[in-house]
C-alpha cells in the first residue's frame, strides 16, 4: 500500500522525528561514486547513496524480470535476506495495481510504502520504506531504502540520490545487461523474436527462415521460457525493453 509522505516518516508516536543529516556531503558523495565509475563495485556506490541520505539497507531491483518465483529481479541488496525473499510477492503486487503510464511518470519521486505487520525487521528500523524508480536504458530499476525509525528522509537528498542512483547504475549494470541477453538467446532465436516483433506468425515465419513449422514454435517457446515470459505479446515487450529488436 502506498503511503503519504507524512504517514510515510512519522512512525513514533511518543517522540517528534529529527530530520536525517547527511553523513557525508555532496562533494564526498561524488567523489565516491566517481570511484565506482572508474572501477569500485556497485554495492560500494549504492552504499554511498545510502549513507548520503541517512538511510540504513539499500535493495536495487529489475522491473523486467519475473518475481512470480526466486530472486533473479535482486541486483545487489544488503537487506536482510528473510525481508528480500517476502518482497517478491509485494513488488509484483504493488506494479500489478499501476498502469504504465502511471509508472512512467513515478520515475525519480520517491515513494513511500509500508511493510506488512508480519515481517520481522531489524531493531530500530522503520516498517516504512522509500522506493525510489529510474531508466537504465529501456530497463527499469527499484532503488528501495530502509532507514530508522525516527528520521524524516530530506526531500533534497532524496532528489540527489534519484539521479544519481541512475548514474551508478549506468556506469555498473548497463553493459551486464546487454551482454547477459544477447547471451542468453541464441541467434535463432533472437532471429524469431525479431519476426514475432514484426507480426509474422509461425508459418510465415518458417518460410523465411526455411526450417519447419514445429521447429519455429520450440524456439519461441524458448525465447519465452528464457525471458520468464508467458505470451508472444509479453516477450515481444520483453525484447523492445531490452533492445533485442
Keep these: 500500500m502506498e503511503m503519504s509522505r507524512s504517514d510515510a516518516v512519522w512512525s513514533s508516536e511518543t517522540a517528534a522525528p529529527r530530520v536525517c543529516g547527511r553523513k557525508i556531503s555532496r562533494e564526498q558523495l561524488i567523489r565516491r561514486l566517481g570511484e565506482v ?36 529481479f535482486v541486483v545487489c541488496s544488503d537487506w536482510p535476506f528473510d525481508i528480500v525473499r517476502r518482497l517478491s510477492g509485494i513488488i509484483a503486487g504493488l506494479h500489478a495495481k499501476i498502469t504504465e503510464l502511471e509508472r512512467c511518470l513515478a520515475q525519480l519521486q520517491p515513494a513511500f510504502h509500508t511493510m506488512p505487520d508480519d515481517i520481522g525487521l531489524p531493531r530500530g528500523v522503520s516498517r516504512s520504506y522509500c522506493a525510489v524508480t529510474f531508466s537504465v536504458g529501456r530497463t527499469r530499476f527499484s532503488l528501495m531504502l ?32 546487454r551482454h547477459d541477453r544477447e547471451c542468453e538467446l541464441t541467434e535463432r532465436e533472437l532471429e524469431c523474436l525479431f519476426w514475432i516483433a514484426e507480426g509474422k506468425t509461425s508459418d510465415e ?41
Excluded: C, W
Design 205 to 245: 515465419i518458417a518460410v523465411i527462415l526455411g526450417i519447419s513449422r514445429n521447429t519455429i514454435n520450440n524456439y519461441i517457446t524458448s525465447v519465452m521460457r528464457k525471458t520468464a515470459t508467458r505470451t508472444r505479446s509479453e516477450a515481444i515487450a520483453h525484447a523492445v525493453r531490452n533492445n533485442l529488436v
Design 37 to 72: 565509475a572508474s572501477g569500485a563495485g556497485l554495492g560500494n556506490g549504492l552504499a554511498a547513496l545510502t549513507e548520503y541520505v541517512g538511510a540504513t539497507h539499500y535493495l536495487l531491483a529489475r522491473h523486467d524480470v519475473s518475481q512470480d518465483g526466486g530472486l533473479d
Design 146 to 177: 530502509l532507514f530508522p525509525e525516527d528520521v524524516i528522509l530530506s526531500q533534497e537528498a532524496l532528489r540527489d540520490i534519484a539521479v544519481l542512483a541512475g548514474y551508478v547504475a549506468s556506469h555498473k549494470i548497463k553493459a551486464d545487461v
